[in-house]
């Protein structure tokens, strides 16, 4: 339903894809998949967001340990509002990464986007620049990490340590 509703943000399809995709989310066996979609969905046809659905996903991010697929839907939201196609909610994207990092036993991607966000949304060099180094401390062997790791040193303008991770 949303693939056929497109661009059109006045297509009934949405209100349909709305429906479903809220009857979804609450069921205590799913993930946060449909609260993903939800504020992705409504993001992108200009409507609000309701401020619940940040809390859910909060919540079910705290009741355990996240699947792949909870991970991946994190790291789209804050890709989302990177690219401009969600509002900007860094304080529920916080909270989000948050609780996502502390259940997910430090998940590799999910930490390193949580250390972009920091360096884009909060301005924290420092934490951007701890998470990088926690990830590529988890996976050395990972040449993107460092990568990544590199790039958040340039920006906080510690060359020298970038350097040293380069060598």
């Known amino acids: 339903l949303i693939v056929a509703a497109g661009d059109d943000k006045a297509s009934p399809l949405i209100d349909r894809s709305i429906a479903i995709l809220q009857r979804n989310a609450f069921r205590p066996d799913s993930g946060i998949g449909p609260l993903q979609a939800l504020i992705f969905l409504n ?5 609000p967001i309701d401020p619940h ?3 859910a996903i909060v919540q079910k991010l705290g009741t ?3 699947s792949q697929t909870d991970i991946n839907s994190v790291i789209f939201l ?8 969600c509002p900007d909610q860094s304080q529920e994207m916080l909270e989000t990464f948050v609780a996502a990092a502390s259940s997910s036993g430090g998940d590799p991607n999910l930490v390193s986007a949580y250390a972009d966000f920091a360096m884009d ?4 060099t420092g934490l951007a620049v ?3 180094r926690a990830v590529v401390a988890s996976r050395p062997a990972v040449a993107v ?3 990544n790791l590199v790039r958040m040193l340039v920006r906080a303008g510690r060359i020298d340590e ?3 991770e380069l060598d």
Do not use: M, V
């Open 43 to 47: 993001g992108r046809a200009q409507r």
């Open 53 to 55: 659905w940040w809390q």
């Open 64 to 66: 355990g340990a996240p």
């Open 78 to 85: 804050f890709r989302c509002q990177q690219r401009g196609e």
């Open 121 to 124: 949304r909060l301005k924290d």
């Open 130 to 132: 701890r998470l990088s």
């Open 145 to 147: 990490y460092r990568a």
């Open 162 to 164: 970038a350097k040293t």
